[in-house]
């Protein structure tokens, strides 16, 4: 059975940081693409960073130079960090997993609130 799971949520003020967490089981991690979408009330869910078997990453214009992606294989854990953060970054944010054949993300977690308010 396929689990993610997110932790490290929650109120941060705005120039603030927080770092997600988000552990896999089930999946042979180290072969998968692991991704970090987000969704704020009433608007589309969005893509914020990626990063490959490879650690190759990928990010969202909006958060290039404030949100880093990590990976430890060894634990089956990524990461997001997040500095700087600013209001427009509230959403519920979510990892997910993409197997090495495939072209879309299979496996999701349950989501964690991150809230930048003053």
């Known amino acids: 059975q396929v689990q993610l799971v997110e932790s490290g949520g929650g109120l941060v003020q705005p120039g603030g940081s927080l770092s997600l967490s988000c552990a896999a089981s089930g999946i042979g991690f180290r072969f998968y693409t692991m991704g970090w979408y987000r969704q704020a009330p009433g608007k589309q869910r969005e893509l914020v960073a990626t990063i490959s078997s490879f650690r190759v990453t990928n990010y969202a214009d909006s958060v290039k130079g404030r949100f880093t992606v990590s990976r430890d294989n060894a634990k089956n854990t990524v990461s997001l960090q997040m500095n700087n953060l600013k209001p427009e970054d509230t959403a519920v944010y979510s990892c997910?997993?993409?197997?090495?054949?495939?072209?879309?993300?299979?496996?999701w977690g349950q989501g964690t609130q991150v809230t930048v308010s003053s």
């Open positions: 997910a997993a993409r197997g090495p054949s495939a072209t879309t993300f299979d496996y």
